[in-house]
């Protein structure tokens, strides 16, 4: 009797989370894939489902991130009459635009100027001359600071800073930067009076309540609300980070800002920071603060963050948009592809319909699973006429996108289900052709130290290997 029992409460659970995954209306992929474990594995199936499952910022954060959210909707509605765009009837505003600022709220800004930075220590070198030259507020957001190198530099930079009297504020995802909050260089910078706060930490006794792998995955710095750098880059040095994964320096990219679209950037920093902390930043009180920016140069900008609070399709529209809206070329450079079908599907009609589309991915990765799925799904679209490229000089860590030449997306999202939809990331959208060709001329850089896809010997590989990758793409849409 009592073994019925036990057999009738597990699959009472199992049609019972099982009813609870139909009902969330989730892409087709993603339910198949969560009823095929809840169904098959007893018990840990159940709880896989109920750490990862579903999207909870946990009760108290949600209900937070409404009511904080609406005076920055404001801040950021007003924005087109601090910044006015040139009436020039030659330039008709972009779909794309359009989309992202019905999603979000924030407008195409004009009289930007941005720098590529693709080096390490030039990323580093101007980073500690801007934080160096701050008088009022030095504002970090970053995934991972990595005590050693490069980064205790960063620490000493923000140390002088708090000790000529600057409001630094430092907001670091709790998992991401776990050995950072483990060294000297927290109390350290406490002690100097440094705000710095661990975003999301992961409580394991409330995984019934909040996910636990939802993380901060954003890089930004803002300087006195003049100068802003966000990009793919963490603040760790890549001769010592990760070396024991045998796939070589992580490969970077940042943009340097001046001009208006630095004061988004500043408005998703303040958000974050109450969002975690409860608390507004000095004086800045939700709202502008300060004379609009000095219109600093030609680019067209717009600022994309997204998030578990943010509209939940709005990235993938925003790629599909972009890839879609292409007529000559495609480059996209990630670390971590494992597109869904729709991106599978717009990637390869782009190809089909004669669009030269290039991507660029590491030839080895860091996660074995992760390689496993994105070889299954460039197979697929090297046979549609995607040109694959697989960079040997090290782990490809640069996330961009350019279309035609004249519009680019840069920033910290990869194109995998994670970042679509887990992750706090930001974006850029730059309406600008100088700023693309300089990003494209980096993006044949990296091909040039590729080597291509080679489609016979994926057509010929060995059955388990096979097998290994068409198991992992079961997986995508979990990853």
């Known amino acids: 009797m009592n073994g019925f029992w036990l057999y009738a409460i597990d699959w009472l659970i199992r049609l019972g989370l099982s009813a609870r995954v139909i ?23 159940a709880l ?13 954060r949600a209900a937070r991130a409404r009511w904080i959210h609406e005076p920055y909707a404001r801040w950021l509605r007003g924005l087109p009459d601090r910044y006015p765009l040139p009436i020039d009837p030659d330039r008709p505003e972009p779909a794309l635009a359009r989309l992202i600022q019905a999603g979000i709220d924030i407008p195409v800004l004009p009289g930007n100027e941005l720098t590529l930075l693709s080096t390490t220590d ?43 009297g600057v409001d630094c504020r430092v907001l670091l995802d709790a998992i991401g930067s776990a050995a950072f909050f483990k060294s000297t260089l927290v109390p350290r910078l406490r002690a100097a009076g440094v705000e710095v706060v661990a975003a999301l930490p992961a409580r394991p006794w409330r995984f019934l309540f909040e996910r636990l ?3 901060l995955h954003r890089k930004i710095a803002v300087f ?90 709005l990235m993938k529209a925003v790629l599909l948009q972009t890839i879609y809206e292409a007529r000559q070329e495609l480059i996209l450079t990630t670390p971590y592809f494992v597109p869904d079908e729709a991106l599978v599907t717009a990637l390869a009609s782009a190809a089909l319909r004669g669009v030269a589309v290039h991507l660029v991915v590491p030839a080895k990765n860091d996660s074995k699973l992760v390689d496993l799925a994105s070889r299954a799904f460039e197979g697929d679209l090297a046979e549609a006429g995607v040109k694959i490229h697989l960079f040997e000089g090290g782990l490809l860590h640069t996330k961009s996108i ?5 519009m680019s997306l840069f920033g910290s ?26 990003l494209c001329a980096l993006q044949r850089s990296y091909i040039a130290d590729s080597r291509d896809f080679d489609l016979t010997a994926w057509r010929t590989r060995p059955w388990g290997t096979r097998f290994a990758e068409n198991t992992a793409r079961l997986a995508g849409p979990l990853l």
Request: aromatic share 8%; net charge negative.
């Open 413 to 438: 999202l990869n194109l995998d289900p994670r970042s679509l939809a887990l992750n706090f990331e930001i974006t850029l959208a730059v309406y600008d052709p100088d700023f693309t060709a300089r």
């Open 122 to 164: 030039a990323i580093f070198e101007r980073l500690i001359a801007d934080i160096d030259a701050t008088t009022q507020t030095c504002h970090l957001a970053f995934y991972i600071w990595q005590p050693g190198g490069w980064g205790d530099r960063i620490a000493d930079a923000v140390q002088r800073a708090a000790g000529r």
């Open 23 to 45: 009902m969330r209306r989730r892409p087709v992929g993603v339910t198949l894939a969560w009823l095929v474990i809840v169904l098959a594995a007893p018990v840990v199936g």
């Open 213 to 215: 792998d939802l993380r």
């Open 402 to 406: 350019t279309a035609d030449g004249q």
């Open 224 to 313: 006195d609300n003049q100068v802003a750098y966000t990009g793919s880059m963490n603040l760790v040095d890549p001769r010592l980070f990760k070396q024991g994964a045998g796939v070589g320096h992580w490969i970077d990219a940042m943009a340097r800002l001046r001009g208006p679209a630095v004061e988004a950037l500043t408005v998703t920093f303040i958000e974050d920071w109450e969002l975690e902390t409860g608390s507004v930043c000095g004086t800045i009180d939700r709202k502008p603060n300060s004379a609009p920016q000095p219109l600093a140069g030609a680019s067209f900008v717009q600022v994309v963050p997204s998030g578990p609070t943010s509209h939940p399709a």
């Open 48 to 60: 896989v489902y109920l750490l990862v499952g579903e999207l909870r910022l946990g009760r108290d």
